[in-house]
T-cell receptor
Framework: DAKTTQPPSMDCAEGRAANLPCNHSTISGNEYVYWYRQIHSQGPQYIIHGLKNNETNEMASLIITEDRKSSTLILPHATLRDTAVYYCIVRVPYTGTASKLTFGTGTRLQVTL | DADVTQTPRNRITKTGKRIMLECSQTKGHDRMYWYRQDPGLGLRLIYYSFDVKDINKGEISDGYSVSRQAQAKFSLSLESAIPNQTALYFC????????????FGPGTRLTVT
């Protein structure tokens, strides 16, 4: 899996967009970008994934740069319930042996009133 | 109802005791995983199973065993618990090849005294 770099923490005002960056300069052509989050001591939650194109779902948008060396997760209208640690993961979706997830240290997002 | 459930949610046990953590899922997924999470160490894979007849060791399987009783059930046992197995344990499921997301249970907080 490619190495990822994320800022350790970010703050966001409630109702504003939260933009969480991730650098993955060693990404390979067949590796996807995944985002998960973990609210304190709860099970991690899948948010979104992408390969090359920008993606959007009901939770968030994922913007991947043209060279795929970095990406940004956007929570369009952050709420207090979005306070969590956000993990950016770069990996192939299926290795044939295991599809285990490896979380780094992530970005701790604090949403405030 | 939750798609992935874990029992018990909290457990305190003594060194040397045998303990079983249970996981059930209603998502109809073939793949199931057991992870442990320790502060500052992220998620580490203990065992994974791609179907009822397929069990594989993960990164840290020593001291643990598993049983895949059915497609929907995957149990983790600590044969003789030791204090450094104190951790948060998560079960997860995912679909077959090409399915990207893993769905996590709420976790079991295990304390070995």
């Amino acid at each position: 899996d490619a190495k990822t770099t994320q800022p350790p923490s970010m703050d966001c005002a409630e109702g504003r967009a939260a933009n969480l960056p991730c650098n993955h300069s060693t990404i390979s052509g067949n590796e996807y970008v995944y985002w998960y989050r973990q609210i304190h001591s709860q099970g991690p939650q899948y948010i979104i994934h992408g390969l090359k194109n920008n993606e959007t779902n009901e939770m968030a948008s994922l913007i991947i740069t043209e060279d795929r060396k970095s990406s940004t997760l956007i929570l369009p209208h952050a709420t207090l319930r979005d306070t969590a640690v956000y993990y950016c993961i770069v990996r192939v979706p299926y290795t044939g042996t295991a599809s285990k997830l490896t979380f780094g240290t992530g970005t701790r997002l604090q949403v405030t009133l | 109802d939750a798609d992935v459930t874990q029992t018990p949610r909290n457990r305190i046990t003594k060194t040397g005791k045998r303990i079983m953590l249970e996981c059930s899922q209603t998502k109809g997924h073939d793949r199931m995983y057991w992870y442990r999470q320790d502060p500052g160490l992220g998620l580490r894979l203990i065992y994974y199973s791609f179907d009822v007849k397929d069990i594989n060791k993960g990164e840290i399987s020593d001291g643990y065993s598993v049983s895949r009783q059915a497609q929907a059930k995957f149990s983790l046992s600590l044969e003789s618990a030791i204090p450094n197995q104190t951790a948060l344990y998560f079960c997860a499921t995912s679909g077959g090849a090409g399915i990207h997301e893993q769905y996590f249970g709420p976790g079991t907080r295990l304390t070995v005294t």
